[in-house]
Structures are given as C-alpha cells and as structure tokens.
C-alpha cells in the first residue's frame, strides 16, 4: 500500500544525506516534498499540518543543524513524528473480568464486517479464546446466511435465530447462548449503510446501551481514503468506538486512511486485515508500520512469519548450509516452498529494508504462478546437477529447458535468481534474523 509514499520519502531523504548541512532553505524544500508525498497519500490535511511542523521545529534546532549527519537525524524525526500519529504501541483488545466479552463491529456497508468478523474468531481462537459470532443485521438479504458460511469456514459456533426480526432481542438471546455455551467472547456483526444516517445510529447506541460491549470496533475499508476518516469521525461521535481495523491494507490504495484515523478520531488501529483469507488479520504495530513507510523494512513480523513456517530442525540445517557455503538447488526450491507458506511473496519482499545494509539488493517483482515454472526446472535437473549447479553447462541446460518446457534463457535466470538468494540469506543469517530458534535464513524470492 505505502509503496510509492516509500519511494518519495526515500528521494527526500537520499537528497538530504548528500547535503554537507542543515540550512533552512534545504529544509524547506524538503518539507515541501514531505508534504506533497503525504498528500498524495491521501492523508487528512490536519495530520500533514502537524507533521511537517514538527519536522520543521526539531530539525532547525541547534543539536541537529550541528550534527554531522544532518540527514539521518531528520529521519529519526520523521520517524518519532510518524509514530506519535499512528500510536507509539500496540494498543490490545480488553476483555471483560466476568465473560463473556462482547465485541460489536460496526462500519458502513461494504468495508468487509462480516469477513472480519470471522477473522477476528480465527485469530482469538487462536489465542485460546471461544468466541461465539450472531449478525443482527436484519435487514440486507442472506446477511446472517453469510455469516453462518463464515462461521463454519473458520469453525465456531454461530447464534442463528430465524424468529427474530429486530436486532436488539436477537442480540440479548445471543449473549445468553454464549453464556450457556461457557464460551467467553460474543462477536456481533451489525448492519451497515452506503451512508451513515440517523437511523443507522440509534440502532447501534441500542445495541451498545443493551450489550454494553467490551469494545466497540469500527471497521473501516483503508482503499476509501478519507472517506474512511470522515465516517470514522461521525460514528466515534456517536457510538464512541475503542479501536479501529482497518481492512484491505494489502489493497493499492495510498493509505492515508491508516495514518490519519487515530489523529483524527484519537482511538487507536488495533488490527489490520492484510489479505482474504481468514488467517490474514494482523495485530497493528505502528513501529514495524512507520518502519515500512520510511524504507526500513519489517524484520520483526518477517521473522514471525518465518517461526510459523519453518521447522526448527530444518532452520538450524539450513543455517548449516548456509555457513558452509552448501546452499544447494534443492535447498533454493525447499525455501521458495516455505515462503510460499509464509504468505504472498510481494508482502514478504516488502518487509525486507531498503535501506542501510540492503540498500543495494534489488527487490524482486514477485508472480506466483512463476512458481510452478521454477520448480519444474529444478525437477528436471539430476540430483548431481542440483547440488552442484557450477557444472551446468550449455548442453545441459539445453536438456533442462527441454525437460521442464523452458527456455534456455528461463533457466540462466533462475540460475541467476539462486546465487543473488544464496548471497542475500547469507547476508541475513549473518545480520539480523537471532530470536528463539537461533540464527536462521529468510526464504529469499524469484524475481
């Protein structure tokens, strides 16, 4: 989503680290350039106003305008001035002392309710938590029918009434089963509008005076821009929400919605839903958040996803390999395998910095459907040939791009993409990735 803010912010900064100093008119200049980026972003004009007026009070201050790298202190600023707008913190669901807690969702129509509603049971679920999930949305056409095909993808139970015609009584049975059940979460589904009206309103102040819900989440779709914002502001002004999710974040939208919601409303983004299946909700950290924004990469969740992908018997070989200088073809298809479990290659490549000790690798443009293509030119090769790869000459390559319905072109690349991975995770190994299982490699891409 944040790509081509990334970029500009990156053209800024790389301008300023080739100044010998800080002077006010650099800085100007930059600031501008700050501003534009963010605008085009779509972020509300209110967030961009105070930004850039911070940047500009601490930057020409005298510790900064004296350093001797004046560029990387204006990062530093821009980063603390990003996170004070998004939340310095996660900011965690609360739940109730005595269960069941009750979660109300609410949101227009359209901005992904009903999905995230299973999303938010898969992710509690795995937490250890029985959420219980009901739509009181009475009034939009098989909405409880979706909901209940929702229910059973994800494997909780649903509250289903088909007597019931109004929200509020079906709310208060809900809550009753869940009490029945000994389950300890309640997540209600409420109904949306194209629009926020009064109507909309007074049912769910109804429904939070009834509840009288744990939290009260604001869905909101991060490709509407500020739209987004505006119709977070009028329901926290009348339903007084405690968090905010932001879905499609995986979208192509500029994502100012992320980065003004919280200034604007003052309630925090507590997850992000990143994709369409139901494991794809993230909780929001506005560090890893800021960190991809400015170019920095997201080590951190990179390396979360790596713990829930790999094998630890297989990390610690792998690092093996890779102190070695062992790294084989058969290794290279083993981690395109493994990255594939991690999740869609183009959010993994985006998680790796792009700026100090890897600002020189090139990220690869990811398509999953070359996949099956590379595999198959690793199968085609003899096992001799995939663990010495040095001794592919052009005849054998020639036999290989037979084999596997390729070109002779198709497989120098991957030969190509095999030796910039072998070199990037030995980078990586050696670099960043030490947590719980030891040091391990990060599945590198194709290009």
Not at 162 to 191: E, F, M, N, W
Not at 254 to 264: E, N, P, T
Not at 339 to 349: F, T, V, W
């Amino acid at each position: 989503m944040f790509e081509s803010l990334t970029e500009k912010f990156q053209r800024v900064f790389k301008t300023l680290r080739g100044e010998a100093m800080l002077t006010e008119v650099n800085m100007a200049e930059a600031l501008r350039e700050i501003r534009i980026a963010l605008l085009e972003a779509d972020v509300h004009f209110q967030v961009v106003k105070q930004l850039t007026e911070n940047v500009r009070a601490q930057a020409l201050g005298q510790e900064v305008l004296a350093s001797l790298s004046p560029g990387q202190q204006v990062i530093k600023i821009v980063r603390q001035q990003l996170l004070e707008i998004l939340g310095a913190t996660v900011t965690k669901l609360k739940f109730a002392s005595a269960p069941p807690s009750v979660f109300l969702l609410a949101g227009l129509q359209g901005s992904g309710k009903t999905t995230t509603t299973g999303k938010l049971a898969r992710w509690l679920q795995k937490g250890g938590h029985h959420p219980v999930l009901v739509s009181v949305d009475v009034y939009r056409p098989a909405a409880r029918e979706q909901l209940a095909i929702v229910a059973k993808a994800v494997g909780v139970p649903i509250y289903e009434d088909t007597v019931s015609t109004t929200p509020a009584p079906l709310a208060a049975r809900a809550l009753q089963a869940t009490r029945d059940k000994g389950c300890d979460v309640l997540i209600v589904d409420t109904a949306g509008r194209l629009h926020v009206d009064e109507e909309l309103m007074k049912e769910l102040e109804s429904l939070r005076d009834l509840l009288h819900p744990t939290e009260i989440l604001f869905v909101a779709d991060a490709m509407t821009g500020q739209d987004a914002v505006r119709s977070a502001q009028e329901f926290h002004q009348r339903l007084g929400f405690s968090g905010v999710i932001l879905t499609k974040l995986d979208g192509d939208a500029r994502g100012g919605a992320a980065l003004s919601i919280r200034f604007v409303t003052g309630q925090p983004v507590k997850f992000v839903g990143i994709g369409e299946k139901y494991d794809q909700l993230e909780l929001f950290h506005p560090d890893r958040m800021v960190s991809r924004i400015l170019g920095m990469g997201d080590v951190e969740t990179l390396l979360e996803k790596v713990e829930q992908a790999v094998d630890r018997e297989q990390a610690a070989a792998l690092e093996k390999k890779l102190g070695t200088d062992s790294f084989t073809l058969e290794d290279f298809r083993e981690q395109i395998r493994m990255a594939m479990r991690m999740g869609p290659l183009d959010q993994i490549m985006a998680m790796l910095p792009q700026v100090g000790p890897f600002k020189s690798v090139q990220k690869p443009s990811v398509d999953e459907r070359e996949i099956a293509r590379l595999e198959a030119i690793i199968n085609s090769m003899t096992a001799r040939e995939r663990r010495h790869p040095q001794i592919l000459n052009g005849s054998r390559r020639r036999r290989i791009a037979s084999g596997s319905g390729t070109t002779v072109q198709q497989v120098n690349q991957l030969l190509k993409q095999y030796d910039q991975a072998r070199k990037m995770m030995r980078s990586m190994s050696g670099r960043l990735l030490k947590k719980q299982m030891g040091k391990f490699s990060v599945p590198a891409a194709p290009s």
